[in-house]
């Protein structure tokens, strides 16, 4: 084991930043390809970028929410599928340090190592003597192929007869990994299915979730007192997923910026499109909808930071909010993206303007289902109302 000092918020978001460059050179092969770029992966894991909600005493940083959430915007702001992928190797990573201390130490003891996961309960677990057996299929599953370990959503079997969720720990050697991510946006994710067909799973690898999703009981000793692990998980997993979409606004600012100087507005009078009011309305507009953003991100974050520094777990209007903040981030930033777009032009669908790509890319996130901003909205307002919340995903 390795114990580190955690570095500082400016300077993990300061090597997200460094990495722009890198990430937005590699972004149209990503996409080609629908992986990251071997050399963008070495980079963060140069960075410690996958390290963020890792154990210091194996190596990583413990940061905090809203820490996290901004070096993920900032990755965002590169390629919105490096800051999707490293968001959910970063959730992966966090639900590992629920496990048993053993399991950890087996898992972290590759300083570089990533874990997916994937949320959908896909296959199942049968018990049987030291641990259960697995079966099943998990589509979405993002950094699959850059992965040594797998987090998977399950349902586990009761002696009644029953299925209680739970998840495992998989090494992804046990593992079938397909190549079927073939999407419109967040294609370099490489969110492909994995199988497993009668895989032995320890026990000490398998967690139910209940405990751990309402009431933050987990298994590991020594992070019993940690606050990175005291945060809820559907809260926690809410937000840094969402992150990415505030940097994939400030990624669609520059790229309309960056070509703005001498464009005109086609079949008018204006030979510079920087003097419409029309563009004037548009970046006024796409400007406020990016600070909206940013402020749910914040919100967000700060709320998650300040109950576990307090030490008071979230109630229920909490949690949804946690939902609703995510949902608004994501929503903000896609209507931002789209007036940026919109003002770009017929020249922008060219498949070299980024702004095409993030377009898609936005669109994609707010499609998932716990950021959905109209499904989050909803659930917000059913328990502002006095009613209880439509989901257990809170």
């Not at 896909?122 to 030291?130: D, F, Q």
């Not at 009011?277 to 991100?297: G, I, N, S």
């Amino acid at each position: 084991m390795t114990t580190i000092d955690a570095p500082p918020r400016a300077e993990l978001v300061g090597r997200a930043a460094e990495l722009v460059p890198l990430i937005r050179e590699h972004a149209p092969w990503q996409e080609q390809n629908r992986v990251l770029h071997e050399e963008v992966v070495r980079a963060l894991v140069d960075a410690g970028l996958f390290r963020m909600r890792v154990p210091t005493r194996h190596g990583g940083h413990e940061a905090d929410v809203r820490t996290t959430c901004e070096v993920l915007a900032e990755l965002g702001r590169g390629d919105g599928s490096v800051g999707w992928t490293v968001a959910t190797l970063t959730i992966g990573s966090w639900l590992v340090g629920l496990f048993p201390d053993e399991v950890q130490e087996e898992v972290f003891a590759d300083p570089s190592v990533r874990v997916c996961g994937s949320v959908s309960p896909g296959g199942v677990l049968v018990p049987t003597e030291g641990g259960a057996v697995l079966n099943g299929e998990w589509h979405f599953n993002t950094g699959a192929p850059h992965s040594q370990w797998d987090v998977h959503s399950v349902l586990l079997a009761t002696e009644d007869g029953g299925y209680v969720p739970a998840t495992a720990v998989v090494p992804m050697s046990d593992l079938t990994v397909g190549d079927d991510w073939h999407t419109s946006g967040l294609r370099a994710t490489g969110s492909v299915t994995t199988a497993a067909k009668d895989v032995f799973v320890p026990q000490a690898r398998i967690l139910p979730m209940l405990p751990v999703l309402m009431e933050g009981r987990h298994l590991s000793a020594r992070n019993a007192d940690a606050p990175t692990w005291k945060v809820p998980f559907m809260p926690f997993a809410a937000a840094v997923a969402s992150a990415p979409a505030l940097g994939m606004a400030r990624a669609a600012w520059e790229a309309f910026f960056e070509r703005l100087p001498g464009r005109k507005i086609t079949y008018t009078n204006y030979d510079e499109q920087a003097a419409a009011p029309l563009t004037h309305l548009q970046v006024a507009e796409a400007a406020v909808k990016t600070d909206e953003a940013e402020f749910h991100l914040r919100r967000g974050a700060d709320r998650l930071d300040a109950a576990v520094a307090a030490g008071q777990p979230l109630d229920v209007l909490g949690r949804v909010a946690a939902r609703m903040d995510a949902g608004a981030l994501c929503q903000r930033a896609k209507e931002a993206v789209e007036v940026l777009a919109t003002a770009s032009g017929g020249s922008s669908i060219y498949t070299d303007r980024p702004i095409q790509r993030i377009e898609r890319d936005v669109q994609a996130i707010t499609l998932n289902g716990i950021m959905q901003p109209t499904t989050n909205a909803e659930t917000y307002g059913r328990v502002l109302c006095g009613l209880e919340p439509n989901t257990q995903f809170i």
